[in-house]
């Protein structure tokens, strides 16, 4: 998607071969504008896919999902990451070890916004070792749904998220694919 290549190349800071920050546009100051072209993208791959729900992560995924999620015309749930005091009914849960923040959490998602007839789309910011991914699949696998894909917005492809994603069936759809951030230079898979 040239408009988001465009924006990581000048927007993007990279902080190491491994991490890129894009906190100018995607996960702290949210560009608005490239949040709708990211949502019409999604919604146009993902049009006949059947899809019910849509469900991310929070908090960086929130943003990408809402705009799908309007487009297709369906709700949007996060997994939370702190139990909150008026979730306290049975929750389906999954711990995810987080690439950037190097700590194991608990995300969790009620069952009362997932059943066995839907069908989601999850949706992320990030694709790196898919430690994420695997816990969202998780919940929605406890809940008896399918997994009809996933929408990432960048992927780095040079960690190994997305070959098990691949191996194991699902359609991965990112919109940017990292191929190296060696020598603080972004270089995609065109
Ligand atoms: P994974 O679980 O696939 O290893 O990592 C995905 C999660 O880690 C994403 O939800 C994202 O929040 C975070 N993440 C992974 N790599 C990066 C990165 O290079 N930059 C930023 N800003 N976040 C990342």
Same mark, same amino acid.
């Given at each position: ?78 997994? &939370? ?37 839907? &069908? ?41 998220? &997305? ?28």
């Amino acid at each position: 998607m040239e408009a988001l290549h465009k924006k990581i190349r000048e927007e993007g800071v990279v902080l190491s071969d491994q991490v890129l920050k894009v906190d100018a546009f995607l996960n702290h100051q949210i560009d608005p504008a490239l949040m709708k072209l990211i949502g019409d993208e999604f919604a146009a791959l993902f049009k006949d896919s059947g899809i019910t729900k849509i469900v991310t992560i929070e908090a960086s995924g929130i943003a990408p999902a809402i705009m799908t999620g309007l487009n297709l015309g369906v709700p949007v749930i996060f997994a &939370r990451k702190q139990q909150s005091l008026t979730l306290t009914e049975n929750l389906l849960s999954a711990t995810v070890y987080s690439f950037t923040k190097k700590v194991e959490s608990t995300v969790a998602i009620s069952p009362r916004h997932l059943t066995s007839s839907d &069908r989601v789309l999850i949706i992320d910011d990030f694709l790196a070792n898919g430690k994420a991914s695997q816990a969202l699949i998780s919940i929605i696998k406890q809940a008896g749904a399918t997994v009809a894909g996933l929408g990432i917005v960048i992927e780095k492809s040079f960690q190994g998220g &997305r070959a098990e994603l691949d191996a194991q069936g699902y359609r991965v759809e990112s919109l940017a694919r990292v191929k190296s951030l060696s020598g603080g230079v972004v270089t995609f898979i065109e």
